[in-house]
């Protein structure tokens, strides 16, 4: 393979993984405060047949969640978009829910609910309480 090739393969996998960033590191990057690292990796066999998740799906569920008006909604959603841990872990991430490893699939979804569904509908009661 020739050097462009190469270097024009690279590039595609830059631009793949920047778009790809939340729009928190977005704003972490363009802030000056963080720098933007590299790293080779080892792909993963298992991960390269899953269909592949994007910032365009984690704004439509995020969309959808913010629109619920009950948390049960929330976790029908949740289901119906996300199968597995990874996915929901990548989701909690593209919307600035903190996660950790040793959650459980429950937790995530209790967490990525709390921070979207539940924050509405807290905020919600509030204001109702306040009039």
């Given at each position: 393979?020739?050097?462009?090739?190469?270097?024009s393969?690279?590039?595609?996998?830059?631009v793949?993984?920047?778009?790809?960033?939340?729009?928190?590191?977005?704003?972490?990057?363009n802030?000056?405060?963080?720098?933007?690292?590299?790293?080779?990796?080892?792909?993963?066999q298992?991960?390269?047949?899953?269909?592949?998740?994007?910032?365009?799906?984690?704004?439509?569920?995020?969309?959808?969640?913010?629109?619920?008006?009950?948390?049960?909604?929330?976790?029908?959603?949740?289901?119906?978009?996300?199968?597995?841990?990874?996915?929901?872990?990548?989701?909690?991430?593209?919307?600035?829910?903190?996660?950790?490893?040793?959650?459980?699939?429950?937790?995530?979804?209790?967490?990525?609910?709390?921070?979207?569904?539940?924050?509405?509908?807290?905020?919600?009661?509030?204001?109702?309480?306040?009039?």
């Amino acid at each position: 393979m020739k050097n462009e090739n190469i270097i024009s393969k690279f590039l595609i996998e830059l631009v793949k993984d920047l778009e790809s960033l939340s729009e928190s590191d977005i704003k972490k990057l363009n802030s000056g405060e963080y720098s933007l690292a590299l790293k080779v990796l080892k792909k993963n066999q298992s991960q390269e047949g899953k269909p592949e998740l994007d910032t365009k799906k984690a704004n439509l569920v995020l969309d959808e969640l913010k629109a619920c008006n009950s948390r049960d909604s929330g976790y029908e959603i949740l289901n119906n978009n996300f199968k597995n841990k990874n996915e929901l872990e990548w989701f909690a991430k593209q919307i600035d829910i903190f996660v950790m490893k040793q959650d459980k699939v429950d937790k995530i979804r209790e967490k990525i609910i709390e921070g979207t569904v539940g924050a509405t509908l807290r905020s919600s009661a509030i204001q109702r309480n306040d009039t």
